[in-house]
């Protein structure tokens, strides 16, 4: 969903991306020209800009109103999110290094490395919705928080010793919620903790669930957090 709750952007294998209308629940627009299937959409804050990441790594940005058959720019990388400013694009890469792309001119702006102990899979990181903090998971289990605007850590959450296999702010960023899981067969089990940013508090939710697809289980926060 964009931030402003207007569209809905959807993606799938076969290689389009589709902007819906929320309150007319009628397609907007087709975005068409990546070369393989779409597994990433991401607005921009200001809801103007949306990001698309396909299987190849390809990213590619169009804007919301603009003609759909014209991305602006393309790139190669994993998008996590948008800058709190929605000028920039924040995509990582297979060496732990995080890139700032001008979504005006298509160029980078800015780059740093994550932690030498940070997990590699996909899932992760994970960027707060104002585009403000980047969560990442080290190699322990450990979830360590940091400042985008600082490019600083500024905390760390306990985690289980198994690899957590997924994470993500709620939308006023006030709560992470993070995965950790091992498969059995066809079976997840483990646990989801909530954590609540001011207090350092965390709701702890048991989790085991039959397997009916094979990628990795994800996991979501409603708007609100609860």
Do not use: C, Y
């Not at 990441?53 to 919301?64: A, L, Q």
């Amino acid at each position: 969903f964009s931030p402003d709750g207007k569209k809905l952007a959807s993606g799938s294998s076969d290689q389009l991306v589709h902007l819906w209308d929320i309150g007319t629940k009628k397609r907007h627009a087709t975005f068409r020209g990546h070369r393989s299937g779409i597994i990433q959409v991401a607005f921009s804050p200001d809801s103007q800009t949306l990001a698309t990441t396909s299987v190849d790594r390809e990213i590619r940005f169009w804007r919301v109103e603009a003609d759909p058959d014209r991305n602006l720019w393309s790139e190669r990388g994993s998008p996590l999110g948008f800058s709190a400013d929605s000028r920039s694009l924040i995509s990582v890469d297979t060496n732990r290094t995080l890139h700032f792309w001008d979504g005006t001119i298509g160029k980078e702006s800015a780059a740093f490395e994550l932690p030498a102990a940070s997990a590699t899979n996909f899932n992760s990181r994970a960027i707060s919705p104002d585009g403000q903090r980047l969560a990442v998971v080290l190699t322990n289990g450990a979830v360590q928080l940091w400042d985008l605007r600082t490019r600083r850590g500024i905390d760390t959450f306990a985690g289980d010793t198994t690899l957590t296999n997924a994470l993500t702010f709620s939308r006023n960023a006030r709560f992470l919620a993070v995965a950790d899981w091992k498969r059995v067969g066809q079976t997840a089990t483990g646990t989801v903790r909530v954590w609540n940013l001011e207090t350092r508090l965390a709701n702890v939710f048991p989790i085991e669930a039959r397997l009916m697809i094979l990628e990795p289980p994800a996991v979501a926060l409603s708007t609100e957090g609860q």
